[in-house]
Structures are given as C-alpha cells and as structure tokens.
C-alpha cells in the first residue's frame, strides 16, 4: 500500500531540514546522485564526478508530485545511510550561490522528505570538499526503505506526475551515469528489467 502525501501542517515542522549555504573557501559545492546529475536546472563554475562515503543511492522516496501521485505514486532516489555514493559535484558561482539554494529547495524539499547535509566529497582530481547533498530522511512518511524488486518496478512503471514519468526519470539517472562511466552494481539489474519492457 502506498503511504499518503504529507499534509502541510506536516512539512511545516520540517523547517529545520533545510540547511543554509555553507560557505567554505568562498565556494559553494552541489552533489547530484540522479536527476541533478543530468538535469541540474542551475547554472556551475565546474564539474566533478566524485564520491561520498557514509551515504548510497537508493529508490527508497515515494513521489507523490514530481513523478507520481497521492493515488498513484512513483519512487525517486535518495541518499540512504551506509555504503558509498558516486555522483557528480558542480561549484557555484558567488553570486550564484543564494539563487542556486533557493532553486533546490524548491526543487527538491516540496515535502521535506530529505534533509539537506555537507558531507565530504573527494573529486576525481584528488580533491576534498564539503558539498550540499540530500539525504532521505527515515522517518518521513515518503520514505519507502527497501523494497522488494517487484514492487521497485511496479511502482516505476506506475508514477506519472508533474515532472513526467518515472520510468523516464529512472532510465535517465541510469544511463547518464553510464555515459560517465559510473556504475552502482546495486542498480544493475533495473535497466535491464526496464529496457526490456
């Protein structure tokens, strides 16, 4: 069953989950683990393919606006705890950087399903940095946790809404990532099973 949309009383005590920009070094960092890594929606100084230790990618977000519905929703990914994560990181202008914030939070925090963190990222160069990144927040009520891979692909070929479908959506992530040369074996059997639909 799948869980309902959070009602508004709800999301407004999840203010604390929005996090203002760290500055560090005068730059401003953005990790992108899916949609971002293909469809940031804001302008960068820079990018990096790099990885995040602690956190991995995951379906594990009921979309009930951007991919789904309330009646039928779609899953989107997440940073989950555990594991390790390997994305793409952009640097952000100075004068980029409060409009960038203010995009992704309304982007990405419609329901303060995640929590907005600055963990270390290390770059492919070598370098380390902090960068803003959002991690699914367990006790939110669109949190899906793991499921089995039936229902994964029942609710993928299902979610339609405002952002398109999830299929679509999944698909993207997948193969961006391949073009990049990225993999996540977690992941693996999900195109396969979608492609040959």
């Known amino acids: 069953m799948s869980k309902p949309e959070p009602v ?12 203002a920009p760290l500055l560090h070094d005068s730059e401003f960092w953005v990790f992108g683990y899916a949609s971002l890594m293909w469809k940031p929606g804001f302008e960068f100084e820079e990018r990096r393919r790099g990885i995040l230790r602690g956190f991995h990618r995951s379906l594990c977000v009921y979309s009930n606006r951007h991919r ?21 990181a952009f640097r952000i202008a100075p004068e980029k950087i409060e409009a960038t914030h203010a995009y992704l939070t309304e982007r990405e925090q419609i329901n303060r399903v995640y929590f907005e963190v600055y963990p270390k990222v290390r770059l492919e160069d070598g ?4 960068a803003l990144a959002y991690v699914v927040d367990r006790s939110h009520v669109q ?11 029942r609710l993928i ?25 990225m993999t996540d074996h977690a992941l693996d059997w999900l ?3 979608l492609s040959a639909r």
Do not use: F
């Open 8 to 19: 508004a009383d709800s999301a407004r005590k999840r203010r604390s989950s929005i996090a």
């Open 68 to 88: 789904g519905t309330a009646e039928k929703p779609g899953l989107v990914m997440g940073l989950d705890r555990g594991g390790s994560c390997r994305g793409m």
């Open 127 to 130: 370098r380390v940095i902090r």
């Open 143 to 153: 949190y899906a946790g793991r499921l089995a891979h039936v229902e994964i692909l």
């Open 157 to 181: 070929e299902q979610g339609h809404g405002q952002s398109g479908a999830c299929r679509d959506y999944v698909l993207n992530t997948l193969r961006s990532m391949a073009e990049i040369g």
């Open 191 to 193: 195109e396969r099973e």
